[in-house]
């Protein structure tokens, strides 16, 4: 099972320059997520996605955007990047129900110059 | 609002020992609360969740973690360290009590295992 993949890995920007992230879930969940993480920080909600065509902002959605086109895929955009925006973005998705486990793919490394 | 606050960036012990890692939550509702592990180069992965099925929760890989509500604490444990539980454990709550609650993470701890 692939479960939750995020593609690129690595990305290295220059401040300005525009980037889409794609996430993609093949477990048929409706609720999907995008985070940051950086070092002291733990893991911070940036958009989500509690279904095909809805997106919500999370704690730190400036400078991000997002669309769920279609239920498996969560894109997260960043039109004009900056150095803050440089971390590690974690995609994770999970069924309906507060309990539901949260699956998370492994993670994109950007770096903004 | 809902919140967790992880006591420790770093906890280091030797294999064999016991691990402890602290959590404490603030929930204004009873909370759901769980507990992730994220091992290097790699996304989080749950250990354990609390339903208020059982106050003591056991999870993957031997830990276990107990809901103390006067305490307001959800502290994970393991008797005895290992090589491979070297990672970075995080305590997260649901936001709100109701079904559909987004996860707030603590900071983190980084879990050492020295041979």
């Known amino acids: 099972n692939a479960g939750v993949t995020q593609t690129p890995k690595f990305r290295v920007l220059k401040t300005g320059q525009s980037m889409t992230l794609l996430c993609a879930q093949d477990?048929?969940?409706?609720?999907m997520y995008w985070y940051r993480q950086d070092p002291g920080m733990g893991l911070r909600l940036i958009h989500y996605?509690?279904?095909?065509?809805?997106?919500a902002k999370g704690e730190v959605p400036d400078g991000y955007n997002v669309s769920r086109l279609k239920k498996q895929n969560f894109l997260l955009g960043l039109e004009s990047a900056a150095p803050s925006q440089t971390s590690v973005y974690f995609c994770?998705?999970?069924?309906?129900?507060?309990?539901?486990?949260?699956?998370f793919g492994s993670g994109t490394q950007l770096s903004v110059l | 609002a809902q919140s967790v606050t992880q006591l420790g960036s770093h906890v280091s012990v030797s294999e064999g020992a016991l691990v402890l890692l602290r959590c404490n939550y603030s929930?204004?509702?009873?909370?759901?609360l769980f507990w992730y592990v994220q091992y290097p180069n790699q996304g989080l992965q749950l250990l354990l969740k609390?339903?208020?099925?059982?106050?003591l929760v056991k999870g993957i890989n031997g830990f276990e973690a107990e809901f103390k509500k006067s305490e307001t604490s959800f502290h994970l444990t393991k008797p005895s360290a290992h090589m491979s539980d070297a990672a970075e454990y995080f305590c997260?709550?649901?936001?709100?009590?109701?079904?559909?609650?987004?996860?707030?993470f603590g900071k983190g701890t980084k879990l050492s295992v020295k041979p």
């Open positions: 609390y339903t208020s099925a059982a106050t």
């Open positions: 477990m048929n969940h409706e609720y």
């Open positions: 997260a709550v649901t936001r709100g009590g109701g079904s559909q609650g987004n996860l707030i």
């Open positions: 994770a998705s999970r069924r309906q129900g507060a309990l539901s486990t949260l699956f």
């Open positions: 996605s509690v279904g095909e065509g809805t997106t």
């Open positions: 929930s204004s509702v009873p909370p759901y």
